[in-house]
């Protein structure tokens, strides 16, 4: 017993900071920030068979193109047509974000169009709404865009990072 509890106290001693904290580690895999290419385990680009192994992809649907899957619950709440998008020969298109998502910036559903202009200042209008934009996404090595839509209020509705070319997939 005596032991155990020595070895219980030098481990509690190695993770605990200096503050009396223990100090959280975190893994890309475990944040939930969408990156210029990537969201987790989850690549633009990575084949579907690859992506549905990520546990990352649930619920099938056709869409224009393509495959649309949602991402599970635990990874937040998506805007109604958001969610991953596969393109038969392309894969990994298209991931969107989520209530619980944000970019590097920390850009995410809720966030006001001028807090998306200060962070991404290449954002530029796309399509003939006004109410769609997008902007090379920092980071990318492939031409990766980072695609925000704002409510009527100007506030982010959805967002997503996006491979350059998304073949035959129609995702706006």
Excluded: W
């Excluded at 100090?23 to 944040?31: S, V």
């Excluded at 495959?67 to 969107?96: C, H, Q, T």
């Excluded at 989520?98 to 850009?107: E, N, S």
């Amino acid at each position: 017993m005596k032991t155990r509890f020595g070895v219980m106290t030098a481990v509690v001693a190695l993770t605990v900071g200096a503050g009396g904290t223990a100090a959280a580690t975190t893994t890309p895999e475990d944040e939930q920030v969408l990156r210029a290419s990537n969201y987790k385990a989850l690549h633009l680009g990575q084949s579907e068979a690859d992506a549905l192994a990520t546990g990352l992809l649930v619920n099938p649907q056709p869409a224009e193109g393509c495959v649309y899957y949602s991402m599970p619950v635990s990874e937040g709440r998506s805007n109604l047509g958001g969610g991953v998008f596969v393109e038969p020969s392309k894969g990994v298109v298209v991931i969107s974000g989520t209530d619980q998502i944000r970019t590097p910036a920390g850009i995410g559903i809720g966030a006001p169009l001028d807090d998306v202009e200060g962070a991404y200042p290449a954002l530029a209008p796309t399509g003939p709404t006004g109410f769609v934009f997008d902007t090379p996404a920092p980071g990318g090595q492939n031409g990766e865009r980072f695609r925000f839509a704002v409510d009527e209020v100007n506030a982010v509705s959805d967002f997503a990072a996006e491979a350059a070319d998304t073949g035959t997939c129609t995702t706006s």
